[in-house]
């Protein structure tokens, strides 16, 4: 094969690869919708399971190795690109829904299914690659190269596709890639080009009707699907967006007043309701434009704030459809400024749904902001009286647990001290979340106050603090100044008025607590008096039976209250429930176990003496790519994890990370031809990679230095970061390939495998470390992977 044929497989191989990482990151989206968004994982645990099996099937399948290359790649390609579509079908046919797992033991079938149907585009992909690296020689560090910046290019594209194709049509823009990728390998010339081009203008004649091809099958446990029970309930609209899917939705569910006093006996006004990916339910409220018509947030326990400080300067968080403007527009501020993130409910809130809104977000009155709220606390300069962050998520989601796989940079002690910094001297910051009995997320509320006001200098948080709870909800006062003898008697007023009780004030007396939402125990006043009181608090938390202390940038899981070491009590706590346990903390623990029994089933146990280990060159380096991918796969999560702070949303963060790192890696990987395998330069770059990546863990204590840089220069920022460690990274890969050529060129498909056995498992474990110890200790471990392989690569010398 000339040049022009490699330099057009290089081609087919990058695009191939874009066609991949597109697929892969839109079904973060796609289970985000029709699942839940902690099935992001599985997406990326299946998709390098598929890489594993591949290599596999090289090895057991020798056969495969001896066609023609082209041949073989454009035939694997094609495939690819029909299996895109086909599984997405099918997996719309599997009715695998974790909601059901507490009563239908087909539930776990269903999950073997979803893998095995999932995992075959991937399998295809892997085996296109595999062979180009096999049969590459000298050329690997280019068609690494390749492959990674194509992935990178991939990974980058979903971020501007989402909004016009939506998420089936990036389904179906991936297997348009892949076709054309199929093209190249073909080498344009031939009857097989002629074949490959008629299935690409297919699908591009189908693409503009992808949604209602190939729908999204969301779970009928999602509030999307119950609004859409009620009778005469109708979808309105659907949009989407790179990180959300926004449907307007007018049903009886509607009814969005969380905590509302029982004591009112109005109506609520008239709503429509605006959902999230299928699940966050918020509300759009009719609004006639006169402020004194909204009585009815008068007996919201949100209110409360507008009766401690007159004419306030307010600030409202993730405002979504409006209510929390309402409410403060009824009692008339100075100001309201409005922050929300995603721009398509702003969209919506000014143009189709403005004059049912009462254009309240056109109000002369209200200024609002589409921007990440933490990176906007930081760089306004303006004070307020009232800071109104939103409510954690869901009532539903809350008691199941879902969102415990979740990072939550809004409530850290971190995010609690940049916005009670931007508060006057006199003011508070307002936070209502659901009660969850038995306490535990409903309470952490208070640890995460006490550890900011400890951090900003209080030394008594206990007189800062008031809360008071309705029938279902909880709602915290935070003053940066303690609060007055003036702002405890309204409180007690408001809540006489209200029917609502008391559940910390400064001068609270055991008797007024547990007064009108009556539990058997006062739990929550009891709970939150010890932990303000408690001598040693960290031992207070640790003798609780849930997970319920300050939650950190470092471990941002707010809602991830379980604990290992008190399985059974909290399953008993449960009243004998496990569901909640599976879909919360537990999840990933087992999914880790899973992924090693399947890495040792489908991986290791077939090809155990098929390839010659009578040297021990081979099985050293198979140790070797085992450590890459999984030192590798622990940046790459943890870089993910980390960078949500910084970009404002999972899918900004995996989208851009990896397309960084895959870029910076690429670099690397072309620059590894200049370096001999087992030499010192090889050794200084894993020398390099070992030390620079513990010290980008420590260094990331800081990370949120860089929301002070505007958002539109913040990829950039973040591409720089990655740059040096990306292009070090990349580097390894490539020159172990030409190593074990060297000593066994049949181990090539089989290290492949072992690398994507290692991925697998490094895709899932650092979500474990992240619980326990924080990130530093996922990076800590990533820089001993590639330590590692310098003691194996002298043991290999030495052999």
């Given amino acids: 094969m000339g040049v022009r044929g490699w330099r057009l497989r290089y081609l087919g191989v990058f695009l191939l690869s874009a066609a991949t990482l597109m697929f892969q990151i839109s079904y973060t989206r796609v289970l985000s919708v029709a699942l839940w968004h902690h099935f992001v994982w599985m997406v990326v645990s299946i998709a390098l399971l598929g890489y594993a099996v591949s290599g596999v099937l090289l090895t057991v399948l020798p056969g495969l190795r001896e066609m023609d290359l082209d041949r073989a790649m454009t035939t694997l390609t094609v495939a690819f690109s029909v299996s895109i579509p086909l599984s ?16 239908d033991r087909l539930q776990l079938l269903y999950v073997a299914v979803y893998y095995v149907i999932f995992s075959i585009p991937f399998v295809l992909s892997g085996l296109v690659v595999t062979l180009a690296i096999e049969k590459s020689g000298e050329r690997v560090n280019r068609l690494y190269f390749s492959n990674l910046t194509g992935s990178a290019l991939g990974s980058f594209l979903v971020l501007f596709s989402f909004g016009p194709l939506t998420g089936s049509g990036v389904v179906v823009l991936s297997a348009i890639l892949a076709g054309v990728s199929a093209l190249a390998f073909t080498g344009l010339r031939n009857r097989t080009a002629r074949v490959v081009g008629c299935w690409v203008v297919v699908l591009l004649v189908l693409l503009p009707f992808s ?5 999204i099958q969301i779970s009928p446990y999602k509030n999307l699907m119950a609004a859409l029970r009620y009778p005469g309930a109708r979808l309105i609209d659907t949009k989407w967006n790179a990180f959300s899917r926004v449907d307007i939705v007018e049903s009886g569910l509607v009814r969005y007043a969380p905590g509302l006093s029982l004591k009112y006996e109005g109506e609520i006004p008239g709503q429509i309701g605006i959902i999230v990916d299928g699940d966050d339910l918020k509300a759009i409220t009719e609004y006639d434009g006169d402020p004194s018509s909204l009585t009815f947030t008068e007996a919201l326990p949100a209110s409360l704030p507008y009766r401690l ?8 968080v993730n405002a979504g459809g409006g209510l929390d403007v309402l409410t403060a527009l009824h009692h008339g501020p100075a100001k309201i400024t409005a922050v929300e993130a995603n721009p398509l409910i702003v969209e919506s809130m000014r143009g189709d749904y403005a004059e049912f809104s009462g254009a309240v977000y056109l109000d002369e009155m209200v200024e609002v902001v589409v921007a990440e709220s933490r990176s906007f ?4 300069a303006d004070e307020y009286d009232v800071i109104v962050l939103p409510m954690v998520h869901g009532a539903s989601a809350s008691s199941t647990g879902i969102y415990a796989l979740s990072e939550n940079y809004l409530f850290t002690v971190e995010s609690f001290v940049e916005f009670m910094g931007r508060l006057s001297d006199d003011g508070v910051l307002c936070v209502t979340t659901w009660l969850l009995p038995p306490p535990r ?18 030394a008594d948080p206990s007189g800062h603090i008031a809360a008071i709870r309705s029938w279902g909800t909880i709602t915290y006062l935070i003053g940066r100044s303690p609060l007055s003898a003036e702002d405890t008697a309204e409180i007690r007023e408001f809540c006489r008025e209200m029917g609502f009780d008391i559940v910390h004030l400064p001068d609270v007396e055991p008797s007024e607590v547990n007064v009108y ?3 058997p125990e006062p739990f929550y006043y009891n709970l939150i008096h010890e932990m303000l009181n408690a001598e040693d608090r960290e031992g207070f938390y640790e003798s609780y039976l849930y997970e319920i202390g300050p939650t950190t940038d470092e471990r941002p899981y707010f809602s991830n209250f379980y604990r290992w070491d008190r399985l059974l009590e909290t399953y008993e706590s449960l009243d004998g429930r496990w569901q909640p346990l599976v879909e919360g903390g537990f999840l990933v623990p087992l999914a880790l176990i899973q992924a090693l029994i399947l890495s040792l089933a489908i991986v290791v146990l077939p090809l155990w003496g098929r390839i010659g280990m009578r040297t021990r060159g081979p099985p050293l380096l198979l140790a070797y790519f085992f450590c890459l991918g999984l030192g590798y796969m622990f940046v790459e999560m943890a870089l993910v994890q980390r960078f949500i702070l910084v970009l404002g949303h999972p899918t900004y963060s995996i989208s851009v990370v990896i397309s960084s790192l895959l870029l910076a890696s690429g670099l690397g990987s072309y620059l590894s031809g200049r370096v001999e395998p087992g030499r010192l330069r090889h050794r200084l770059v894993l020398l390099s990679v070992g030390l620079l990546i513990p010290l980008y863990g420590l260094l990331f204590s800081d990370l949120h230095r ?25 580097m390894p890969f490539p020159i172990g390939v030409r190593m074990i050529s060297e000593a066994n060129r049949e181990s090539i498909p089989w290290a492949w495998a072992v690398n994507g056995c290692a991925s697998v498992l490094g895709s899932i474990a650092p979500s474990i470390l992240a619980f326990q110890l924080g990130f530093t200790s996922v990076f800590l471990c990533a820089g001993a992977a590639y330590l590692v392989n310098l003691v194996i690569i002298s043991l290999y010398d030495g052999s």
């Fill in 377 to 380: 606390v930081r760089t306004s």
């Fill in 211 to 215: 949604s209602s091809l190939l729908p």
């Fill in 309 to 316: 400080r007159v004419r306030p300067r307010v600030l409202v």
């Fill in 88 to 103: 997405h079908a099918a997996l719309n046919i599997v009715p695998f829904d974790p909601s059901r797992l507490s009563w």
């Fill in 517 to 519: 939402n009556v539990f």
């Fill in 706 to 730: 860089l929301l002070d840089i505007p958002a539109q220069f913040r990829i950039i920022a973040v591409f720089i970061v990655i740059l040096p460690l990306g292009i070090l990274m990349g």
């Fill in 441 to 458: 997320e409903d309470v952490r509320i208070t640890s995460l106050a006490m550890s900011a006001l400890e951090a900003m200098g209080v």
